[in-house]
């Protein structure tokens, strides 16, 4: 099984677009589903319309597909499964505020290094966490061995657990973030290739370390695909779809282009 899957905060752009197309000729070559995933769980970000715009887009370039979820539709899992890994002391209760939090990414910042979490949390008594009263975020542990994985088209990846850090999997709200979301429900829907853009190629060691948590073994392959760039400015070229369309390029260009590329 093979998925797509675009989040509904902001216009469709050409290198999401490649992902889409790719996901489907491979889908079609390995004789696999395609699945559409809406990824909407970051409520504040989410534009109202933007999923059926990209459902529009795909129908255009005659992208067929098996099915459409919502990633919300299945926050229940997405709980359940916390609560879990925290039933097994593989995640934790984080009372840590976001002041606190800005102040050590500021600290990371001086000190010229990446940020990660002090840990703090992870040392409250059960009985502490159970008389603070204060809004809390759940936290994975970082892993206790380094994660391997190897990219069909970049290689092999190997990532230490400070690397991976302890991170956030619930919000305060308990909604699910990215990676969690992400690592779950590739899992739920036993996807077996995962094709996305290049700037994923970091969550990948999180999103495997959730996986392993849970107890899941089967292996994902994974593609990150390089970042379209733009030739004049050099920078990530994020041209909207639903532009190039309005100003009178045909779907079958855009996509032997965009396929060329690859
Ligand atoms: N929702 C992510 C995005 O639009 C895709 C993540 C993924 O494919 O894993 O960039």
Redesign the pocket.
């Known amino acids: 099984m093979l998925?797509?899957?675009?989040?509904p905060?902001g216009d469709m752009n050409i290198g999401?677009l490649r992902?889409a197309i790719f996901n489907y000729i491979m889908s079609k070559q390995l004789n696999e589903d395609l699945i559409i995933?809406i990824?909407d769980t970051d409520v504040e970000k989410n534009i109202e319309g933007k999923d059926k715009e990209i459902l529009e887009i795909l129908n255009l370039f005659s992208i067929e597909y098996k099915s459409v979820m919502h990633q919300s539709d299945s926050l229940k899992y997405h709980q359940k499964m916390a609560l879990q890994l925290m039933t097994q002391k593989k995640a934790y209760a984080c009372f840590c505020s976001d002041s606190k939090l800005d102040e050590l990414k500021e600290e990371s910042i001086k000190d010229g290094k990446p940020f990660k979490y002090d840990g703090f949390c992870e040392t409250l008594s059960d009985e502490t966490v159970l008389n603070t009263n204060a809004p809390f975020t759940v936290r994975i542990k970082k892993p206790e061995h380094n994660i391997k994985f190897t990219d069909l088209l970049k290689g092999d990846f190997d990532y230490a657990p400070f690397d991976v850090d302890s991170f956030i999997i619930l919000r305060q709200d308990k909604t699910p973030t990215?990676n969690y979301a992400?690592a779950v429900d590739?899992m739920i829907m036993d996807i077996s290739l995962?094709?996305?853009?290049e700037?994923?190629l970091s969550?990948t060691p999180k999103?495997i370390h959730i996986r392993e948590s849970l107890g899941y073994t089967k292996e994902i392959k994974y593609v990150h695909l390089p970042i379209i760039l733009n030739p004049l400015t050099g920078e990530n070229d994020t041209s909207s779809v639903k532009w190039l369309i309005d100003e009178g390029f045909l779907p079958s260009a855009i996509a032997n282009y965009l396929v060329l590329m690859g």
């Not at 995962?194 to 853009?197: A, F, T």
């Open positions: 998925r797509f899957a675009p989040s905060t999401n992902v995933r990824e990215y992400c590739d995962v094709i996305r853009e700037a994923h969550d999103q």
